[in-house]
Each structure stands twice: as C-alpha cells, then as structure tokens.
C-alpha cells in the first residue's frame, strides 16, 4: 500500500492531467450535503436501495430469494456435465484418481527430502495437476467420443508420467541424503 502512495504521490501529474466534466464540483457537493442532512429528496440511490428492506416481509422474502440464487449456481457448478465421462488407463484406473494418488505420493515423499527438494518437488506437481481450463472445455464439440477418449487419455498419461517423474526424482533425492548421512 505504501508503495502505492509513492507512486501515485511522484506521478500526480499523470493523475492531474483530465478537466472534470462541467458541473461535476457541483453534483458531487449537492450529494454530499444531502447525505449529510439526510436530504432524500437530492440523495435518491443510496435511499433508494435501503427502501427494499424496510418492511420485514420483503427483507425476508430478499433474503430468502438470495439464499435460494447461490443454491442454484453452488449446484450447476458443482455438478458434473452429462457431457463428461471417465477416462481410464490401460490398468482400467481412472486418470483423475490416479493423479490425486501420486500428488499424495509426492507430498508424503517430500516430507524425507530437504526443504528446496521437497518445495521444488511440490511446486512441478502442482503445475503438472493444475488447469486453469480444463480440457474437457478445450476439445471442440465436433469430436467422437472416441476421439474425445483417445485425446484425453494421452493428455492424462503425460500428467500421470510426469507426476511420475517427479516421485522418482524425490527419491533419488531421499537416497541421496541418506547416503550423505
């Protein structure tokens, strides 16, 4: 925050540099002294808003409309599409499961090596398991299922190879310090 107030106190004139709109002085002073009187003839947003919730019955029933609207969205977001399916490896293990098995690997794995190992170790995983889009929303509606399958099934196994890696790599690392002790 500190910083913030340097900058914009060293470069005041890049702030300085627009002319109001005409009349703006005014507006804004109006408002303000009708917030502060309590004017609500001049102030009429702020008034407007708190008027909704005057009567106890439509304070309820707003509530109670707000509470149903996030139930609605926490579910469709939380619920998976009809359009996704799983996808298995050759052993017939979902990928999704399989990476969520070797994350936890490498996180109890991490906790015999020495702090960078361990922290470079969880941060490749974690970018190895994080989408910021999942696939699934990349692949184009045209494809077969077949196709869909076949494209997320090697996308998957280079994840699941590469969380791999990084389990071997934590334990030559653990061998290595073993060795040095």
Not at 90 to 104: A, D, F, P, Q, R
Not at 109 to 117: E, G, H, L, T, V
């Amino acid at each position: 925050m500190e910083n913030l107030e340097k900058y914009i106190k060293e470069n005041l004139e890049k702030f300085d540099g627009a002319e109001m709109p005409a009349g703006h002085k005014e507006r804004f002073l109006e408002k303000l002294s009708a917030l502060e009187t309590n004017d609500q003839s001049k102030a009429k947003e702020p008034l407007k808003i708190v008027q909704l919730f005057r009567s106890k019955r439509s304070g309820l029933i707003w509530s109670f409309s707000s509470v149903a609207a996030i139930l609605i969205i926490a579910l469709s977001i939380g619920s998976p599409s009809s359009e996704e399916f799983r996808v298995l490896d050759e052993n017939g293990t979902e990928y999704t499961t399989l990476m969520t098995t070797l994350e936890n690997e490498i996180i109890e794995m991490s906790k015999n090596c020495n702090k960078k190992s361990a922290k470079e170790a969880l941060k490749a995983s974690r970018s190895v398991i994080f989408e910021a889009i999942p696939i699934t929303e990349q692949l184009p509606d045209e494809l077969s299922d077949e196709e869909r399958a076949k494209i997320l099934r090697r996308y998957y196994k280079e994840k699941t190879d590469g969380l791999k890696r990084i389990k071997t790599y934590l334990a030559e690392q653990s061998t290595a310090e073993e060795s040095l002790d």
